[in-house]
C-alpha cells in the first residue's frame, strides 16, 4: 500500500488515474487480492481512492466542497501539532528538523519536483513526530496525502521557493520555543496554499509502471 500511497502523494498517480488491479500486481509481483486489498483501504481509510462498482478503481477526484473541508481539518491538526512539537523541542530534534529543510532546499537546487513534494511531506511528518502525539501524527498523515492529491487537482503551479521559506520560519519559531508564532505561521502557510486552489482539470494517460517506478511492463 506504501508504494500506492506515494506515487499518489508524490504526484506520479494524478488525481482520476485508472488503477487497474491486474496491472498492478504484475507490475509489482504482487498477489491480486493483496492489491484489491491496499486499494480497498486506501479508499476507505484515506479515501484517495475512488471504488466504483463494476467500473474498477481510480485515483480520487475530490470535489471543491471536500478540498475545503480536507484543509480545514489539516488546518486544526498542524496547529495542534505545532503546539505539542515546541513543548517538545531539543537540540536533537531542531537539528533534525534543519536536516530536512536542507533535503528540500536539495531538491529544489536538483528541479526535481517529485523529490520536492515528497521532502515537504516529510518536514509536516517530521513536525508530528517531533510532537510525541503518536495519533495525531496517524491522522496528519493521511491528511497529508489527500492534500497532496488535492493539491495534484486544483493547483496549476507551485512557487516551491516560497513554500520553502515558509517552513524555514515555522521550523525557527519552533526551535525557538515560540508557539504562537509557530501556530500563526502555520495557519499563514495553510491558507497560503489554499489560496492558489484552481478548479481546471487537465486528463492525460498515465503510465502505471513509470508511476509505481517499475522499469518493465506487462
Do not use: W
Amino acid at each position: 500500500m506504501s508504494i500506492l500511497t506515494s506515487a499518489i502523494a508524490e504526484h506520479r498517480l494524478p488525481p482520476g488515474t485508472r488503477l487497474k488491479e491486474e496491472v498492478i500486481a504484475g507490475l509489482l509481483e504482487a498477489n491480486r487480492n493483496h492489491v484489491r486489498a491496499a486499494l480497498r483501504r486506501l479508499a476507505i481509510e484515506i479515501k484517495v481512492v475512488s471504488l466504483v462498482p463494476n467500473k474498477g478503481a481510480r485515483v480520487a477526484q475530490p470535489s471543491r466542497d471536500e478540498a475545503k473541508d480536507v484543509f480545514s481539518a489539516r488546518l486544526v491538526l498542524e496547529k495542534a501539532v505545532v503546539e505539542q512539537a515546541v513543548a517538545q523541542m531539543s537540540p536533537a530534534k531542531a537539528n533534525a528538523l534543519l536536516k530536512q529543510l536542507e533535503k528540500e532546499a536539495q531538491a529544489i537546487r536538483a528541479n526535481d519536483r517529485q523529490r520536492m513534494i515528497r521532502e515537504s511531506g516529510e518536514f509536516h511528518k517530521l513536525i508530528a513526530q517531533i510532537s510525541g502525539n503518536r495519533v495525531l501524527a496517524e491522522l496528519l498523515e493521511g491528511l497529508i496525502t489527500r492534500t497532496s492529491l488535492i493539491i495534484a487537482l486544483y493547483q496549476e503551479t507551485t512557487d516551491v521557493k516560497c513554500a520553502l521559506e515558509e517552513h524555514q520560519r515555522l521550523a525557527q519559531a519552533l526551535i525557538d520555543k515560540n508557539p504562537d508564532t509557530a501556530i500563526a505561521l502555520t495557519e499563514e502557510h495553510m491558507h497560503s496554499i489554499e489560496s492558489h486552489l484552481q478548479l481546471d482539470l487537465v486528463e492525460k494517460e498515465i503510465d502505471l509502471g513509470l508511476a509505481l517506478g517499475v522499469n518493465f511492463s506487462v
